[in-house]
């Protein structure tokens, strides 16, 4: 019979350090996925007690209590309350921050008082001493009648320390409190004997949560919350009062607790660094000036700091396409391998640097603590136009990709002003639009330098005036859809703001390399699928069109020079395929736009992830090209030609409509699929989907008109 894992689960407050743990104790041996019946994530890994223990440890999302008010929160609570979860822990290591003792172990005496076997981890204890403050972990221990180790999660340090309190710890039964925290037996004594027996339960703190939020407990069928509906009646069980009672009486343990565990140093609290950087960091004006600042930092260094293995990514691309052309037969499977592969791929791979850039500076922001402080300078702003001052999070998020951003709107307790948010949330321009304003950016606008200096240009500005733009966008709409869902209920944000610290650097480059590899590699695999339906679509057409077309121009065009006589049987032969044919029957509606049927067809495959566009239109105007240089796709898309105007065809006019549609349009059907799933229906997605693409499709209109 199989010996069932020991699960260890990793609680603690929001900023305690937990993830950092979990990172330390894991290592690489860790996945991600969500939590059953949610979208919440759940990150499992395993870690190795000793040569012969192996436990899995699961990270659960940091909550302040037992008593929850969000989605993840929820999840903490579900699976504490239920010991027949396949992820209900053999023990829990509480970490709390030491320079925030008091609110941390209101926490951890719930667990304690569920009777699960715990291990405290008291991490920032140099932050504790910055402040002035010293903790008697020696005298906690002997208080708390648990296992206490000191650790330092960001540097691994106390890690042996921890895994041998927890071998002991596991190998010690009915690790049970002599005396708990809080008796709920003594308030309704009856209710919490019946619920026990009819549930078989052992605890009477469970027995308690069980009645106190058996509507939130997710594990609990219809007929069992109806049932304790009914006890609750029968015992006139008020539920609201016993919590405040219980609260207030775990802190007035807790206040005593820290009197004799605590002591300061001199007679003040230290003012600490992060304190006086913050007068700074969260001023009233300098604030905002130095988070534009940073901003315009990023963007400038995406396009100066990529520029150079952004052209040694190009011309290798450019180069094994030629050298592969030339040593291979002529036959369809080469035209497929350079013309749809790797012309699709290279599409993708050139934006490499720009996407690790992006990250870096990300990664670099939320490890320093600075990204906190945006979230917190930005609250009030963001209040203005109807949102959350939790939405902050997920429209931040929404930078790097609005399927997590939207998933992080789920500690939004109000219904309304989570809805605004997921709706809101894909105008602000996430990481797959850069290969499309990037290429866009550097076709029409002059790579100028700003102010005489080297690392300012006109092009970075542009990128970023089309981030703000999203950002406005996603403001106003929110603000419309304030007084069209009529909320009228006022959002209090409060947050807690981590201490300054060194980024860690393999954290950093552990980030860049995962981003980097889920963009190449999710990209990577729509864009294999659609380079070789683009590739059968682009070389074959109904009937004998194909060979006609070439037929007809060969002689009506006999007088050309062979290598323009190529290109335009190659671009003939193109407009007669089955992708041509698709892409004449849309473009009567794009035509306002500036757009001919080609971008008709990178507009339709893109919207199965934006950053495709760059890899069709690579892919097209490779098919759509005889010569045998080793151009690319900037060089391939500035040469081409509007056969109506006999002019450049990507003018400033026509760009910057595309660059406003893509900025606008939602154009991602896996951010379709998770508002789906959010919003538990296809009516919020589908009015989505119809406004941004009315908003891009209008936007791009005005604009077009307006520059030609």
């Known amino acids: 019979m199989p010996v069932s894992p020991i699960v260890i689960a990793l609680i603690g407050n929001p900023n305690s350090g937990k993830s950092s743990l979990f990172n330390q104790l894991t290592g690489l041996r860790q996945k991600t996925g969500n939590f059953p019946g ?88 140099d932050v504790a001493r910055q402040s002035g403050l010293v903790i008697h972990t020696d005298l906690l221990k002997k208080e708390l009648q648990v296992p206490i180790v000191k650790i330092n999660a960001r540097v691994g340090e106390g890690l042996t320390a921890l895994k041998g309190a927890i071998r002991s710890a596991l190998n010690t039964k009915d690790q049970l409190v002599p005396t708990a925290y809080f008796q709920p037996n003594s308030n309704t004594p009856e209710l919490i004997h019946q619920i026990k027996k009819e549930f078989a339960l052992k605890n009477d703190y469970l027995a308690l949560h069980y009645a106190q939020q058996h509507q939130r407990i997710g594990f609990l069928s219809t007929e069992q919350k109806n049932r304790i509906d009914e006890l609750c009646r029968q015992y006139a069980f008020g539920s609201q009062s016993l919590q405040a009672k219980e609260t207030i009486a775990r802190y007035q343990i807790i206040g005593d607790l820290l009197t004799k565990v605590v002591s300061t140093e001199g007679n003040e609290e230290k003012e600490t660094f992060s304190t006086r950087v913050d007068q700074i960091i969260l001023h009233r004006f300098w604030g905002y000036f130095i988070f534009f600042g940073i901003l315009f930092l990023i963007f400038q260094a995406i396009f100066a700091w990529a520029s150079y293995p952004m052209d040694w990514i190009d011309g290798g691309i450019a180069s094994l396409n030629a050298f592969l052309q030339e040593k291979l037969p002529e036959n369809p499977l080469t035209s497929l391998l350079t013309d749809g592969l790797i012309a699709g791929m290279g599409g993708v791979l050139i934006f490499i640097p720009q996407i690790a850039i992006l990250f870096a500076f990300i990664s670099i922001l939320e490890e320093s603590g600075y990204m906190s402080r945006v979230v917190f300078i930005m609250d009030k702003v963001m209040r203005k136009f109807g949102l959350n001052g939790k939405s902050v999070v997920p429209l931040i998020s929404g930078a790097a990709c609005a399927v997590p951003a939207i998933m992080a709107t789920r500690n939004i307790g109000n219904w309304k002003d989570r809805l605004i948010t997921i709706f809101v949330t894909p105008l602000i321009s996430c990481s797959a639009r850069i290969p499309i304003y990037t290429i866009l950016i550097a076709l029409v606008v002059p790579e100028k330098k700003l102010f005489g200096l080297d690392f300012l240009n006109l092009q970075g500005f542009a990128l970023m005036a089309l981030y703000l733009l999203g950002f406005a966008a996603a403001l106003l709409s929110a603000w419309i859809m304030k007084l069209v869902l009529k909320t009228r209920e006022k959002s209090y944000f409060i947050m807690e703001l981590p201490t300054y610290k060194m980024p860690r650097w393999d954290h950093v480059g552990l980030t860049i390399l995962e981003k980097v590899k889920a963009f190449v590699w999710e990209a990577g695999k729509i864009i294999v699928a659609i380079s070789i339906v683009l590739w059968v679509l682009a070389s074959y057409g109904p ?33 007669a395929s089955y992708a041509g044919h698709f892409g004449k029957f849309i473009e009567p509606v794009i035509k306002p736009l500036g757009y001919d049927w080609k971008i008709g067809i990178a507009l339709i495959t893109s919207f199965a992830a934006r950053e495709v566009f760059v890899g069709t239109m690579s892919t097209i105007y490779s098919l759509g090209s005889e010569t045998d240089d080793d151009s690319t796709i900037k060089n391939r898309m500035r040469s081409e030609i509007n056969p109506a105007t006999g002019e450049a065809m990507y003018t400033p006019a026509l760009a910057f409509s595309l660059l406003i549609f893509y900025a606008f349009a939602m154009q991602c059907m896996s951010t379709l699929a998770v508002v789906h799933r959010e919003t538990k229906g296809w009516r919020w997605p589908l009015i989505q989907l119809v406004y941004m693409t009315s908003l891009a499709y209008l936007s791009a209109f005005l604009v077009y008109n307006a520059l030609s």
Do not use: H, W
């Open 543 to 575: 009937g004998d069109q194909i060979q006609q077309a070439e037929a007809r121009a060969r002689q009506e065009n006999a007088s050309l020079n062979q290598s323009e006589l190529n290109n335009l049987i190659a671009s003939e032969k193109l407009e």
């Open 38 to 125: 949610v979208t919440v994530d759940k990150k499992v890994g395993l870690c190795k007690l000793d040569e012969q223990t192996e436990a899995r440890v699961i990270d659960l999302p940091g909550t302040y209590s037992l008593y929850p008010k969000s989605l993840d929160e929820k999840v903490v609570l579900d699976i504490l309350t239920n010991p027949q979860s396949p992820d209900y822990p053999n023990l829990a290591v509480v970490v709390v921050d030491a320079s925030n003792l008091k609110r941390n172990l209101l926490l951890f005496t719930e667990i304690r008082d569920l009777g699960i076997p715990v291990v405290l981890a008291v991490n920032m204890l």
